[in-house]
């Protein structure tokens, strides 16, 4: 694939993708970095980001949470890519149901060249390795790792999650906010609740968003635990109050719904009943904190 440093400077996330892999990837904890080596004759550690997440995605659903982030300026380019390292053909890579390997980094950086790191066989890296070698970043050749550093873990991917207090997103003069993480944000939630909708049980990918229980006030509103994977028409009415989810996960509707648009029948029929999807760690559902963030704050009651 296209080598990263090429886009030059930093990037909120990216796709690191791997064509023919079809396992999963353990080597890393969320929030741990991942360097990127240039290989012979360049022999430098180029740049880092940060491990956010691992997911064999749709090759669709892979340009559509990253786009140019994956490396390529358009779709058709990205599966020209897959189809050359797979030995096939594009319409072949296309209507094939063979996912694509993603390593889901956040946060970014490529160095100047100038600040490249050589890291040949001297730092134990042998010519025969060919994928990833970890490194303790608290001795030997990883503290020269670990000095190139300059941020850290971003905020969405430490254990808990607490309400943003205020508001963090960033701006752009030209175009307005800036919401960070988006892509990682969609493919870790969906993940999360094995690409079903919480209330409804849904699995039609292309209907299923990742609701953002407080509204994105930035980086750190991406913690998983502010995440729920929802129906597209659930989704935007748990953003304008007229449904929540309660601390007990229980699905409730606003008597708003009916009174504002004379129905919702289909909604009032899901109401009371307990979410039919959550996540299997502990660690990964919602926050009931920001639950009750949302029941007091947004939802019509």
């Given at each position: 694939m296209r080598s990263w440093h090429s886009y030059g400077g930093h990037l909120d996330e990216v796709n690191f993708w791997r064509p023919l892999a079809q396992t999963g990837f353990k080597s890393l904890l969320p929030g741990e970095p991942f360097f990127f080596r240039l290989k012979h004759p360049v022999n430098a550690v180029v740049g880092y980001g940060?491990?956010?997440h691992a997911s064999l995605l749709p090759i669709r659903m892979a340009w559509d949470a990253f786009g140019d982030r994956n490396g390529d300026r358009s779709f058709e380019g990205f599966l020209a890519r897959i189809a050359?390292?797979?030995?096939?053909?594009?319409?072949?890579?296309?209507?094939?149901?063979?996912?694509?390997?993603?390593?889901?980094?956040?946060?970014?950086?490529?160095?100047?060249?100038?600040?490249?790191?050589?890291?040949?066989?001297?730092?134990?890296?042998?010519?025969?390795?060919?994928?990833?070698?970890?490194y303790d970043l608290a001795t030997g050749p990883g503290v020269i790792l670990a000095d190139l550093l300059r941020n850290r873990s971003p905020a969405e991917l430490v254990p808990m999650f607490e309400p943003v207090?205020?508001?963090?997103?960033?701006?752009?003069?030209?175009?307005?906010?800036?919401?960070?993480?988006?892509?990682?944000?969609?493919?870790?939630?969906?993940?999360?609740?094995?690409?079903r909708c919480?209330?409804?049980?849904?699995?039609?990918?292309?209907v299923l968003d990742a609701a953002h229980i407080q509204p994105y006030l930035g980086a750190a509103s991406n913690h998983i635990q502010n995440g729920l994977s929802l129906r597209a028409?659930?989704?935007?009415?748990?953003?304008?109050?007229?449904v929540t989810v309660t601390p007990d996960y229980r699905f409730e509707v606003s008597r708003r719904l009916r009174e504002d648009f004379e129905n919702g029948e289909p909604y009032?029929?899901?109401?009371?009943?307990?979410?039919?999807?959550?996540?299997?760690e502990e660690s990964k559902r919602p926050s009931r904190r920001v639950l009750e963030w949302h029941a007091s704050n947004v939802f019509c009651g």
């Open positions: 940060f491990f956010a050359e390292y797979r030995r096939e053909s594009p319409a072949e890579t296309a209507l094939g149901s063979r996912p694509v390997a993603c390593l889901i980094l956040r946060e970014v950086r490529f160095l100047p060249e100038n600040d490249w790191v050589h890291w040949g066989e001297e730092p134990n890296f042998q010519k025969n390795i060919v994928a990833y070698k970890g207090g205020g508001d963090e997103r960033l701006r752009s003069e030209l175009v307005g906010v800036m919401r960070e993480g988006q892509g990682s944000f969609r493919v870790r939630v969906l993940d999360a609740y094995e690409r919480a209330v409804t049980g849904e699995r039609s990918l292309p028409d659930i989704h935007r009415l748990f953003d304008v109050g007229y009032y029929q899901l109401a009371g009943a307990r979410l039919v999807v959550l996540p299997r």
